[in-house]
C-alpha cells in the first residue's frame, strides 16, 4: 500500500506544494511528512528524528531497530477548536516485484509514545443546604416557640475534567500477528473546551527482522472541529472556487526507510544510542522527552 487519504480540506497550492509527496518514488526518509492549509486550520507534519541500529550491543541482543519520531501541528485560523483528532502509522514490508525473493523487514512496534495521558483541570464545585424552623432548641432539646432558627450547611468540592491522549497498536493481519500499525486519539477537555493542544510529538519504537527497507504511510484518520465547522465548510466550499490539484493534495506518499542511510537526529535530542535502542523501552511507553504534547507536557 503506498498512498492513504485524509479528510483535510484541500485548497489553492501554495506554501505546502509537495511536500505530501516524494521528490521521486525513491526518495528516502522525506521529513516533510504533510504541510497542508485549508479555510480553517493548519497541518504540519515533519518526521524529526529517525534512527536505525540495534536493540542492545551491551547484552549482545543485534536485534535490528528503529526509532521514529513525528512533530504535529493543527493550528486553528479561527474560532473553531479541534475536538478530537486521530493519527494513524502503518509500516509495511518492500515486496520485491521481480521474483520475490528479496528478505523481508518485517518490523514489530515494541513502543510508542504517549501511550496514555490525561491532564486534569480541577473546577471547584459547591452545593448548599438550607432550613429554618420557629423556635429555639434548648439543652432539653424542648422546642420553645417564638424564636427562629436558622441553619445553613454547605460542602465544596473539586469535580476532574480532562484532555487526553490515548493510543493503541494493531497487528499486520488476522494471520501475522506482528504490531505493524498504531494509532493516537486526542480529544479535548470537555469542560473547558479549549480544543486539543495544537502541538504534540509521537514517537514510535521498532524491532526488524533484517535491515531490508521498509515503507511507512501517515494519516489524520478522523478530525472533529465541531457542527459548526462543519457547517462554514460546506458554506466554503459552496463559494469557492474548485482546485484542479486538489484530488492529488489528498494523497499522501509513503516514506522510504532504509536502516543503512543516514540518521535524522535533531540537537535536541538526548540520550539515545544507535546500538541502545532497547533502552528507550519503558513500562509505560516511550518516555515524554520524545513524545511531548504541548501545554500538558510543557
Known sequence: MATLRIPILPTSRGDGEGKTQNKTPDQIHRRDILNREDAYFHTNIEMTVCIHGVWDEKNNDMTPASFVVFTCEVTSLHEFKTRKLKLEVDFVNVVDGVDGQRPLSNMSIIARGP??????????????RERSVDGELGADLVVKPGIKLHQLSSQEWEAQYFEEAKSGKRHASSTDHRYTKVWWIFTENRKSRAGVSPGFRVAILLKRETNEPFKGNVAITEFDA?????????????????????????????????????????????????????????????????????????
Do not use: C, M
Not at 279 to 284: I, P, S, V
Open 226 to 298: 465541531g457542527w459548526r465547522h462543519k457547517g462554514a465548510v460546506t458554506w466554503h466550499d459552496f463559494f469557492s472556487k474548485k482546485d484542479p490539484e486538489a484530488e492529488k493534495d489528498k494523497i499522501i506518499d509513503a516514506i522510504n526507510f532504509d536502516p543503512t542511510a543516514d540518521p535524522i537526529r535533531p540537537k535536541w535530542l538526548k540520550n539515545v544510542e544507535a546500538n541502545q535502542l532497547g533502552d528507550l523501552e519503558t513500562e509505560a511507553g516511550i518516555d515524554k522527552q520524545y513524545a511531548r504534547v504541548w501545554g500538558v507536557d510543557l
Open 115 to 128: 501511550q496514555v495521558i490525561s491532564r486534569y483541570n480541577r473546577t471547584k464545585v459547591a452545593l448548599k
